[in-house]
């Protein structure tokens, strides 16, 4: 700082990772002008290559996208992607810093993300990957079958269509059965592993038989911090099961999510299509009064 006070100068922080990104923010809101460096393509770290964090469980993406957003659209924030420290001189408060950027061969003032420069690129790297694994298909009953074959019919396409009729039979079934898998991989004419990785990493597939109503308690921060574990501890013991688990009836499935969208009804209880916020221990009967009904008195009514 100057003798008046005034903040002078520039700050360097090297990483662009989460703490780096953050730091920036920090600094560039206290007025500083901040140049961030990162060996890197890009910004972001390797926070998003995990799944959940601590203490939360909140998914990596949720805290790290709005500082991605924040530190790329910050005037005061200079960032320097694929770039390396090579020398640092000076003492505190007056460094001098070299630094050696990489060639990227696109003007990054033109790019548009067309991906152009990568399908004309002279250099390309083939990966070497394993044949798939060949196995005999499952047997499936003629109702399934026939299902099967009318949602591929209706769904002309490649890989793309995959997610909308992995959607389309967990409507129908609630869960994602190893014989309709296996069957529409074969229609399909796609590797059944990759139909497995898109049904395996998605919440909202289940490859376990699920009841048929669905009780999902939103535990993101919001959520958690406003009593959420006792309305899963609640609905465990009036539903005689764990979270995770279903009824011996196949009725009820008791699940947890990460984070349904409203923070502001937390905490939150989702059952089918249907939101419930502000939701505590002694409204969970209530919530459950519309659904337990016996099997007899279902018939009865229809």
Known sequence: ?????????????VGGGIGGMQAS???AASGFKVVLVDRSPAIGGVMAQLDKTFPTNDCAMCTLAPRLVDAGQEINIRKLTYSEIEGVEGSAGHFNVRVRKKPRYVDPLKCTGCSL???NCLVHNDAY??????????????DKNAFVERLVAEYEGGDETLIPILQDITEE?????PE???????????????????????????LEPRGKYIFTVCMGTACHVRGAPRIVDRLARELGINEGETTPDM?????TVRCVGCCGLA????????????VDCSKVPKLLEPYSKTREEELAVH
Not at 173 to 177: E, G, I, K, R, T
Not at 251 to 255: D, M, Q
Request: charged residues 25%; contains cysteine.
């Open 1 to 13: 700082m100057s003798d008046n006070g005034d903040k002078i100068g520039a700050v360097m922080v």
């Open 25 to 27: 923010l920090d600094l």
């Open 117 to 119: 420069c990568v399908q």
């Open 129 to 142: 990957l394993e044949a798939p694994l060949k196995l005999p298909p499952l047997e499936i009953d003629p």
């Open 173 to 177: 079934l609630n869960w994602l059965p």
């Open 180 to 206: 309709v898998l296996s069957r529409l991989a074969e229609l399909k004419r796609v590797p059944l592993e990759r139909v497995m990785r898109i049904a395996s990493f998605y919440k909202a597939f289940s």
């Open 251 to 255: 009725r009820f499935t008791l699940e």
């Open 267 to 278: 905490p939150v209880v989702k059952t089918g299509d249907e939101f419930h916020g502000g």
